[in-house]
């Protein structure tokens, strides 16, 4: 496993430089005028750590192609509801768009296990060989494909944790619940008794801080910091909902049909980058949000019992055939996902 990673690594790093330095360099022989004009709406508000990322995703298309491609980056709140991102890119209103699946679980159900169903796998090294040498990536650039879609390089982020108001001290505690969560996170916690609602991640804090729900999931760790949600809820569940997110970015298909192979290659070169960024920053991440939270009064629920465990597991349980019934492209994925 190992070996593949570091393989999938190198192949990354390599051809994501020789389009950098080749294509990017013969771009910058003569500078020109842009050529495309790209608007990308991402589901993170300005000054979050995500937020930057998507940025920089953003200013490295435009050096990359040397300026003819221009893209204006678009934040949550800026014009497209994060519900709206998907159907923005299809429509084309939008020309690229990175998304939160289960805000979308009705228009691509495939994405929901995309994302990463509760159960599945935290091992960044397995993640990658699903995605680049066992098929989900063919899979996935189908069911995208479909909707008008570019399915680009997705990107993994770490695992899924529950801030609520209340402490948990034992999964009895679930009953009775309002929790953000969801997709296939709200039919988990409703399996434990709890009652799902879905925000997107800009409603959180005045959704906690009005009660309108009693607890919520972040995309990860770092997104409860950047939210400030420990300012309204203070205690974090110590078992992850899912264990890593793997998230997509996308365009839509007129427009790259519209690029030279040139830039099609650029594009891809600079998601490329995009995903190891998100990759390796979000470890580093997650250790300072934790502490950050810690500091303004964050506390971690008791170690939950054998018992515990054993109905948290239950619950995600019935998840995988359930999703596996959706439609032919998440029954795909999970036959190669039960073969693991």
Not at 220 to 249: C, F, S, T, W
Request: with cysteine; proline share 4%.
């Amino acid at each position: 496993m190992r070996k593949v990673l570091c393989k999938f690594k190198k192949q990354i790093i390599s051809s994501s430089l020789a389009v950098t330095l080749g294509l990017g360099a013969v771009a910058a022989s003569t500078a020109q005028a842009a050529e495309h004009n790209w608007r990308f709406a991402n589901l993170y508000t300005r000054g979050t750590a995500f937020g930057e990322v998507y940025g920089n995703l953003a200013k490295n298309i435009e050096e990359m192609s040397n300026g003819r491609i221009k893209v204006k980056m678009m934040y949550a709140g800026e014009g497209v509801d994060t519900k709206g991102i998907l159907g923005a890119v299809k429509s084309g209103l939008i020309t690229m768009g990175a998304t939160f699946q289960p805000m979308n679980a009705g228009e691509l159900p495939a994405g929901i296990v995309e994302v990463g169903l509760p159960g599945g796998t935290a091992d960044v090294g397995e993640l990658s060989v699903l995605f680049h040498e066992k098929g989900w990536n063919e899979v996935l650039t189908k069911a995208y494909g479909e909707q008008g879609l570019v399915y680009l390089d997705p990107y993994i982020q770490p695992p899924v944790y529950l801030l609520t108001k209340k402490e948990i001290k034992s999964v009895e505690d679930f009953k009775g619940l309002k929790l953000r969560a969801p997709g296939a996170y709200g039919k988990f916690v409703r399996n434990l008794g709890a009652s799902p609602v879905s925000l997107t991640w800009s409603e959180i804090y005045t959704g906690l801080a009005t009660g309108v729900i009693d607890g919520s999931i972040g995309s990860n760790l770092i997104d409860h910091r950047d939210g400030n949600h420990v300012e309204v809820a203070k205690y974090m569940y110590r078992l992850p909902l899912a264990g890593a997110q793997v998230l997509p970015v996308f365009v839509n298909q007129k427009a790259w049909n519209k690029l030279p192979d040139d830039l099609k290659a650029i594009v891809k070169a600079a998601t490329a980058v995009h995903a190891r960024e998100q990759m390796t920053k979000s470890r580093l991440w997650e250790s300072e949000a934790i502490a950050d939270m810690e500091a303004k009064g964050m506390k971690w629920s008791p170690a939950p019992s054998a018992e515990d465990k054993a109905a948290w597991t239950k619950a995600g349980e019935s998840l995988w055939d359930e999703y596996s019934a959706q439609d032919k492209h998440s029954k795909a994925l999970i036959d190669i996902l039960k073969k693991q």
